[in-house]
């Protein structure tokens, strides 16, 4: 994800969904709030301070930290969820009878809680954009704690960069790049893919036992892994859960040269084609967008394939908003394509929308289909193939495609991150050269 988050099949919409709940009617009351109808002000259960939360879904426990910052009468006016050194705030949030709901960010996607004692909280997590009823339960403690409880067995170090390959539930595998950073018991980390990475990860190590997690309001992902003690060389066997049926395993060798496949190189454009050739309704009413308008002509234009529900779109276009504002004088577009998980053209322009203006974001964006590589690939019939979220498409001033970048690395991978906006900013100066 994969942000990207990409994240696979998880971010194209093709499974690792959360787990299906029971619907309280306490819930059901903050929905309506969320839906705009009329809400009271009292949530000051929620209190000031830092939260553990806790996902529950396939026997385990998918941990989360966040803080909520009070105003007036004690009042929450943000939620900030912490994955290691992120903080995303929440600002979306109405009381309504016993109940709260905190809208997730830019995700069409809800944590619904109420007091559960004096310093508890209990409720669900739900999202708005499945087909089918999607509740996960949700409970949280107050006070400064750990992802992850450790006992006072020896921490082994699983610092380093490690060569990983994922197998799916049906056999199938992938490759990966692990990065961790180990302090003590505390680890921070991620692991990137083709397709992206999975943004940040922290945890813990007990003894020989490493567990990491994330919540970023769209995808709640647990990582466990156990140290091999009969190899040679460090090796770590784990598994990896996302929802309730959401499960692979992993396999990780210590290795420092660790790579990934050149991510320019995975897909292109069919033989004999040289354009990109759509027509795209604009996010609001009226208009469609297409590379050939003479906005465009004569420039070098950034095509972006990205979804709202998708956390490494969301790193990309933190990345392109402010980078677009800094560089447009100079001859270079954007255009956003995209793709969201309601066919219906205003529901998907409505979530487009909400991005674009909570991010910022100040270039072009149409909806270009639903969210499946199959769809884009097919509402891209010049491409080769889609093969993630984010994909960036690089226009030279003829309009030409010059290189198909699949993925996003984002922040949370330190100096990967880094390298892709380096190639990103040299790629645009060599094409503005020309």
């Known amino acids: 994800m994969p942000v990207a988050f990409s994240f696979r099949k998880v971010l194209a919409g093709a499974g690792l969904a959360l787990a299906a709940a029971a619907c309280t009617s306490n819930s059901s009351s903050s929905e309506k709030a969320a839906s705009g109808e009329s809400a009271a002000t009292n949530a000051n259960y929620l209190k000031a301070g830092t939260w553990r939360g806790v996902l529950s879904t396939q026997g385990q426990e998918i941990p989360f930290l966040f803080e909520v910052e009070s105003g007036n009468n004690n009042q929450p006016v943000a939620v900030y969820l912490r994955n290691g050194a992120e903080k995303l705030k929440l600002d979306e949030i109405k ?12 995700f069409d996607a809800a944590l619904v809680v109420r007091a559960d004692g004096s310093d508890k909280l209990k409720g669900t997590w739900v999202k708005y954009d499945t087909k089918d009823p999607y509740r996960v339960p949700f409970t949280a403690t107050q006070g400064e704690q750990k992802l992850f409880p450790v006992s006072n067995a020896k921490p082994q170090s699983f610092d380093g960069t490690w060569a990983v390959t994922f197998k799916e539930d049906d056999g199938k595998t992938y490759p990966a790049v692990g990065i961790f950073k180990q302090n003590g018991t505390d680890v921070t980390g991620t692991f990137l893919t083709t397709t992206g990475d999975y943004r940040y990860l922290a945890g813990q190590v007990d003894g ?8 970023d309001g769209s995808h709640g992902f647990l990582f466990t892994g156990a140290m091999l003690a009969d190899d040679t060389l460090d090796s770590i066997k784990g598994d990896f859960y996302s929802g309730k049926s959401g499960h692979e395993t992993w396999f990780a060798m210590i290795n420092p040269n660790a790579k990934l496949p050149d991510a320019n190189a995975l897909t292109g454009m069919k033989p004999g084609q040289k354009k990109l050739d759509f027509k795209f309704p604009n996010i609001y009413e009226g208009g469609v967008i297409s590379p050939s308008d003479p906005k465009y002509k004569g420039k070098v234009v950034v095509v972006q394939i990205l979804g709202s529900w ?25 255009i956003g394509l995209g793709y969201e998980r309601s066919s219906d053209q205003k529901k998907a322009s409505e979530r487009l929308v909400k991005m674009r203006e909570r991010m910022h974001v100040g270039y072009d964006i149409a909806v270009a289909g639903v969210s499946n590589k199959d769809s884009a690939s097919k509402s891209l019939p010049q491409l080769a193939q889609v093969l993630a979220f984010p994909t960036t498409i ?6 030409e495609v010059r290189k198909i970048h699949t993925g996003f690395s984002g922040p949370g991978t330190g100096k990967y991150y880094d390298a892709e906006i380096a190639e990103f900013n040299k790629t645009i100066d060599e094409l503005l050269k020309e």
């Open 394 to 399: 690089f226009l030279d001033k003829k309009g």
């Open 95 to 106: 009381a309504a009878g016993d109940s709260t709901t905190i809208r997730l960010g830019a």
């Open 310 to 334: 998708c956390p490494n779109c969301m790193d990309e276009t933190n990345f392109l908003a402010p980078w677009y504002e800094k560089n447009k004088s100079r001859g270079v577009e954007i």
């Open 208 to 215: 020989s036992t490493l567990k990491l997690s994330t919540f």
